[in-house]
């Protein structure tokens, strides 16, 4: 990989960060803030490329560490979309707000700040409020049931509990679920 490139593919993020980054965006197009990924994953090569400008190398420094979430994969920059200035501050604080509602921890509430900057942890979930709770039917033995499910990927997903009734029987053996028809 050469390190003068940079890399925005969302897909070179780890798949938690690639939720994480997809669920930030599309919440900021949501929300009218107008942003766009400048960087994703980056090599260590890169990384140190990018600490040595301003120190080793003419330039302004750009990063402050040499060991960076974009290393492993789990951080992203972002800019604002013309016509505004890339840095605009207003709409960078505005994505930083987006990213407290999302869990996602923002560059510009550190003590040196980097606005431009987000990332997760291997801990990141998606925020409960995010996920689109709805009822729907479902036909169980012949009976529909109207139960609560989640909407994730195109997928609708329900507790194996709301599904119990004296028909069926739901449990769990050695710690994965079992569903009895009887």
Request: hydrophobic share 30%; charged share 30%; aromatic share 8%.
């Amino acid at each position: 990989m050469n390190v003068t490139k940079t890399c925005r593919d969302i897909k070179e993020l780890n798949p938690k960060a690639q939720t994480a980054c997809s669920l930030f965006l599309a919440e900021c197009r949501k929300q009218g803030v107008d942003v766009f990924i400048t960087e994703t994953y980056r090599s260590q090569a890169r990384q140190n490329y990018l600490y040595e400008q301003g120190r080793t190398r003419p330039g302004q420094v750009v990063t402050w560490t040499k060991s960076s979430n974009h290393t492993g994969r789990m951080a992203w920059d972002i800019a604002v979309s013309p016509p505004k200035a890339l840095s605009d501050r207003t709409t960078l604080n505005k994505a930083g707000a987006v990213a407290k509602q999302l869990g996602i921890t923002w560059g510009g509430a550190w003590k040196t700040p980097d606005k431009p900057h987000f990332e997760i942890s291997d801990s990141w979930q998606v925020p409960m409020e995010v996920l689109k709770v709805k009822k729907i039917t479902i036909t169980v033995n012949g009976k529909d049931r109207v139960v609560d499910a989640i909407e994730k990927d195109g997928q609708n997903y329900v507790k194996l509990r709301d599904l119990e009734d004296s028909s069926i029987k739901v449990g769990f053996e050695n710690k994965k679920p079992t569903i009895d028809t009887k």
